[in-house]
């Protein structure tokens, strides 16, 4: 039985082209690009074009800084705890505002500062799902907020928040603005020199680029305390020896994610579309967020009366790979704010599924999904009835 593969949010599939890209910094040019060397000077190149590729791709400026990292995860920590360092330990802030829906890697690292004595505001999104500026601005204090971070797009749901709108705010009240951008980059456009954010991060393997590999902007190479101390890469900023294959590797996933934008918002939203109206015509079931405020590959669907969990493992034994939210915390949509202001009966919520596709899916794979999750239903429905 073949596989069809519709957890792009979790990761994608390694690009074949970013593959190749890579090959030659695992045997030849295998060089510490701080040695003195050949073997190190000889990277430079495939850096540089790497550099530029992410800068051209985000619409970074030459005064910016982007800081190559191993995920999102470290950018997340990285401008969380660095703000934390300066401006509220050494500083005369006390404040981070954040939202109800953020990934783990910001709401667990927020979690842990508050336990460090930060005051922590986490908004609520509205029924839409989204935070909007009038939410942001509603009893915001410029005095006591060092940053304010609010995700580009949601993994689970799709949804986009308005962040130009959010990153405006903040720069009129002269705060700063970090947005967790990994579900937005490749999906929609991201192009930094509309969008006055300070720090943005991004993770390669959701682009179909490799796993270990992610990047944090940075607006103006502004400082901040680094995570990782040691020696002088990425600046001082962070340390650790750089790994020149995965970074060729983002940079030309970067630059061929943004070439396949326009196939994103048009192949794959009308696969995504005719996916989500087959789910949408099962009986008792509820696609979560509007369209137009989603990425084009999401669907979050929930099933009455069907537990996530045996959702995910019956369509798998069909050959259909999706899943229960994020990857990382799977049994967490039940607390999940964005579903709960969205979907008022409780056994709806409770049983939310994620399906999310890439230019990588065929049109034929949507197909065999729609007959699989039909099936599915049917079966787990039947089952739950004779009980
Ligand atoms: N979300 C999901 O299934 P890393 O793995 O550190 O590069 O990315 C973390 C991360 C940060 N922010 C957002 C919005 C994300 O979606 C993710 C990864 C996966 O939704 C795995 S939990």
């Known amino acids: 039985m073949s596989r069809i593969y519709l957890d792009n949010n979790a990761t994608t599939v390694l690009d074949p082209r970013v ?59 990285t401008v969380l705890k660095g703000v934390w360092a300066d401006m509220i330990l050494n500083g005369d802030k006390t404040r981070i505002v954040s939202s109800m829906v953020e990934h783990p890697s910001i709401s667990q690292t927020l979690d842990w500062l508050e336990s460090q004595g930060v005051d922590i505001v986490r908004l609520a999104p509205d029924a839409d799902g989204l ?9 915001f204090d410029a005095e006591k907020t060092a940053l ?4 580009w797009a949601n993994n689970e749901t799709g949804l986009i928040n308005p962040v130009k709108n959010l990153a405006e705010f903040c720069r009129e009240n002269g705060v700063l603005f970090h947005t967790d951008a990994v579900q937005a980059v490749g999906k929609v456009p991201v192009n930094l020199r509309d969008v006055p954010v300070d720090f943005l991060t991004f993770s390669a393997h959701k682009f179909h680029g490799p796993k270990g590999a992610g990047g944090l902007f940075v607006r103006n190479g502004r400082l901040l305390t680094p995570l990782l101390h040691g020696g002088e890469q990425m600046g001082g900023n ?9 970074m060729v590797g983002m940079g030309l996933a970067m630059e061929l994610a943004v070439e396949a934008l326009d196939f994103e918002e048009s192949r794959v939203r009308c696969m995504r579309d005719r996916l989500e109206d087959a789910i949408a015509s099962l009986p008792d079931t509820l696609v979560l967020g509007k369209r137009e405020h989603r990425t084009p590959n999401t669907i979050l669907a929930s099933f009455k009366g069907i537990e996530g969990e045996a959702f995910i493992w019956d369509l798998d034994r069909r050959g259909v790979a999706a899943s229960t939210g994020s990857a990382c915390s ?14 008022s009966d409780a056994d709806l919520a409770h049983t939310a599924v994620r399906f999310s596709l890439s230019r990588f899916t065929a049109e034929e794979e ?3 999904a729609i007959a699989a999750v039909k099936e599915t239903v049917e079966r787990l429905r039947s089952i739950s009835s004779t009980y």
Not at 131 to 138: F, M, V
Not at 331 to 343: C, G, H, I, K, N
Request: proline share 3%; with cysteine.
């Open 366 to 368: 949507i197909d065999t």
């Open 330 to 343: 799977s049994e967490s949509l039940e607390a999940d704010a964005t579903l709960q202001a969205m979907v």
């Open 148 to 151: 304010v971070t609010i995700m």
């Open 19 to 77: 593959k190749q890209a890579m090959e030659p910094y695992w045997l030849q040019q295998y060089g510490n690009p701080n040695s003195l060397h050949q073997f190190g000077t000889e990277t430079y190149p495939g850096m540089n074009i790497a550099i530029d590729r992410i800068y051209t791709g985000i619409g970074a400026a030459d005064e910016d800084d982007v800081i190559i990292n191993s995920c999102a995860t470290e950018g997340n920590n």
């Open 238 to 246: 962070r340390a650790g020896t750089v790994n020149v294959a995965f």
């Open 131 to 139: 935070i909007t500026r009038d939410i942001l601005a509603e009893g």
